[in-house]
């Protein structure tokens, strides 16, 4: 049945060849120079004959700035539309003959602000100066042509000499499509790539609400109302909460991963990465392939990372290729200081279960330590999270999702984000020594280290419920790789606190059972308690039943320090 299916795609990938180049997303350089390609040209049609504003959000590296230069090349009268327009006679979209007409017909207006995150308001505003800069460069004959009047020129050559004050690049935008416009008798058509880079810098930096006003106003007035638009699109990781940058903007189609228009347009498809593998010769490895790179619910449609694929392809080697360093401090962030639930649910996520959460369709990055659907939201839009079928909706802004860590790569980007926090505080040594003690049943030396671990992180912790719970989390991450970890799993007559168990023969599973005390004096009765109750509940009914050799433990924690016990089996 793949195979049928690997070959029916193959069919419609007309441009797939075994050249990978992973250093340019310039979509006409790719065809041109015959490099690998999946043809997503389809998604053109969807903007024919609409005068609509779209969004869509996807995580990083999923396509979109591709996808983008695709819509440039496309629709761009250009001096080199010709050229350009005859790439598409072999791709999908050629197919729509009510498309065709379209082709390099319209003046476009492309920026990207992928390089406008910076530290502060003015370095941001530089920047952005350059960018406009650079699509008035595209036009600069419109300053002889005679179609500007006085004032005009003079908005133009500011922008052209990036001298422009702030209000003058407030207007760049809107003052571009209008000029193309007259001149062309043609609508300006607008895209925006990564718009939300500036704000999510601007949230890191502290300058939040200075970078909302200017983009509310660049956007709005470019945007909104604007009769030389034919119309715009917009990509980003991103929906900036609604009272932010888009309050005046009511026009516009937001697309983000609950949305079916462009599902299967930004990622692969189970039967493009099929074909791919067919074409390369790894098609025997596709349940590897899927568990590595699949797991994506876009739209309903199961979509892969095309980054990793493509770094695959490439490499002939499995392996994490995708890392979103733009969230990994917030992540970091969230270890650090996330409450005992969220630490809960992160170690049932690690473990490879799910939650059903409410995910919102907007971001406001000022709620995420404090509102757990700004959180999971981030995580879900960053790529961090798969969300699947809709558990109930719950008005326009948000539903709830069953979430889960869709596939083997991302689940190491979160044990690397977990160890560099370790390392972080100069705890990932010891950490790998007490993995060591533990699966090897050193009862004695895993108490020994556990002290010391307590002793030189209690600034940081102070000791409190949560942090031992965070320890725990923190403990199994050097193991996921040997082992399957479990917590708060029931087992026999009770629920074990966190269980390991051996992906390769010949190792020992491990069980923990853990307490806190109060007091100093209630150490030595809970430790005798969590022992019993190990052997009482019969939390090693599933190794026996197995077949596996287990080590237990009953521990003690107190303030910094704690007691380790074997059980006896």
Known sequence: MEDAVASSAYAAIVTMNRKVTLGTDEFSRLLSEGYAYIDKTEMIGSFIDTADVYLITRPRRFGKTMNMKMLRDFFSNAKDSESKGRLFHKLKIWGNEAVRPHQGQYPVIFITLKDAGKTNKEDMLDKIAVVMYEAYSNYDFLLTEGILNATEQEMFSAVFSMNAVQSQLESSLKNLSKWLHRYYGKRAVVLIDEYDTPLIAATNCGYYDEAVNFMRSFLTEALKGNESLQFACLTGILRIAKESIFSELNNV??????????????????????????????????????????????GGIQIYNPWSIMNFLKNRKLAPYWANTSENALIGSLLKYSSRRTLDELDTLMSGGSLTKYTSVFITFKDVFKNPSSLYSLLAASGYLKTSSSASSLGRNGFYSVVSIPNHEIRGCFLDLIAQWLNDLDLGDLVRDISVAMTSGQADELEALLNKYLLVSGSFYDGNESFYHGFMLALTAFCYEGYAVRSNRESGEGRFDIALFPLKEGFHGVLMEYKYASCADGIEALLDESVKQVAGKKYLSEFDALGVPVYAYGIVFHKKTCRVKSVSL
């Open 253 to 298: 189609t937001v697309c983000d991963t609950f949305s079916e228009l462009f599902a299967s347009s930004f990622g692969f498809t189970d039967s493009e990465v099929c074909a791919a593998a067919k074409e390369f010769g790894v098609y025997e490895q596709m349940s590897e392939i899927r568990s590595w790179y699949n797991g994506y619910n876009f």
